[in-house]
């Protein structure tokens, strides 16, 4: 009998594409707020404000993916910002503390978290243990991280996932960057020297699969490639594939500031993942590069 494995933040691209990956190895079911997705099969409902989890998806259940959470690149507003949290923090309370009350003992707990755990705007090649920042959306990522630890009560393997930008044909700054490119003009955040961290879709989906099947894997995993590029070393790299003769267009970041405000820090680079710990785990990349998944669209 396949083990069961639970996914949160049904309507995500990462939840979507990750089913993919598992489907015939495990039974995968979702948790959705969106009661029109709910189907009662795979499909269940939870909502947080009311503390309420369908236990039929949590029924012999094994492990857990938590992947909820209201997108980072939204306006900054205090509402925005509780939302951000809560949708990432309380939920994942909420499923241990339902996990708890049935006495539901998973084996694994994977959780998203971010490459903001380091802080925004910092200009370094970080690795897992390098210090936490100290502004709101690390803070944030912090406490994220330490709800999804609550279940290492259980006896279950924990992992925590610090993703970078991540690299998607179909959503996300991929899918905005390629549409002008095909009209010949693309952009890049001048200064564009800073480094860019990214990973693609696949390869964050199968270390997932990966860190299912192999009990070692466990903790923070920097979620990034093993190449360090700059900003308009990656644009460039697109541009090679899609259409060289493409005009890059330097925007000033303080341009950005003007119009995202305190967002603009999320595309400004400067932060690069040291990915040593993922690479000695034995995992391998499928996506290394830019190229080796352009060149195949």
Not at 154 to 182: C, E, H, Q, W, Y
Not at 202 to 219: A, E, P, Q, R
Request: aromatic share 12%.
């Amino acid at each position: 009998m396949k083990e069961k494995v639970l996914i949160t933040g049904y309507n995500g691209a990462l939840a979507q594409r990750l089913f993919d990956f598992l489907k015939e190895d495990f039974t995968v079911v979702f948790l959705s707020s969106t009661k029109k997705s709910v189907n009662n099969k795979d499909v269940f409902y939870w909502n947080l404000d009311e503390g309420y989890i369908d236990e039929n998806a949590l029924k012999n259940c094994h492990h857990i993916i938590h992947l909820s959470g209201y997108n980072i690149i939204n306006r900054w507003s205090n509402n925005n910002k509780n939302k951000m949290y809560s949708s990432r923090i309380d939920s994942a309370n909420l499923l241990f503390k339902t996990c708890k009350n049935s006495n539901i003992k998973i084996k694994t707990f994977i959780s998203a978290s971010a490459m903001g755990y380091y802080g925004l705007g910092i200009e370094k090649d970080v690795d897992e243990n390098h210090p936490a920042g100290e502004d709101w959306l690390a803070s944030l990522v912090v406490d994220w991280e330490s709800a999804a630890k609550k279940f290492e009560e259980f006896g279950a393997r924990v992992i925590n996932l610090r993703i970078s930008l991540m690299m998607d044909l179909n959503s996300g700054f991929l899918k905005v960057t390629l549409l002008p490119l095909k009209f010949g003009v693309t952009s890049v955040f001048v200064p564009s020297n800073l480094a860019y961290s990214w990973i693609h879709i696949d390869d964050l989906c199968s270390f997932i699969l990966f860190s299912i099947k192999n009990s070692h894997v466990v903790g923070a995993y920097n979620m990034g490639t093993p190449k360090k590029q700059s900003q308009i070393q990656v644009i460039k790299e697109i541009r090679k594939c899609i259409f060289k003769y493409a005009v890059i267009v330097p925007i000033p970041i303080f341009i950005m500031k003007i119009v995202l405000g305190g967002r603009s820090q999320l595309i400004k680079g400067g932060l690069f993942l040291k990915i040593d710990k993922l690479l000695a785990s034995g995992f391998k990349f499928k996506y290394p590069t830019i190229s080796s998944f352009l060149n195949k669209n």
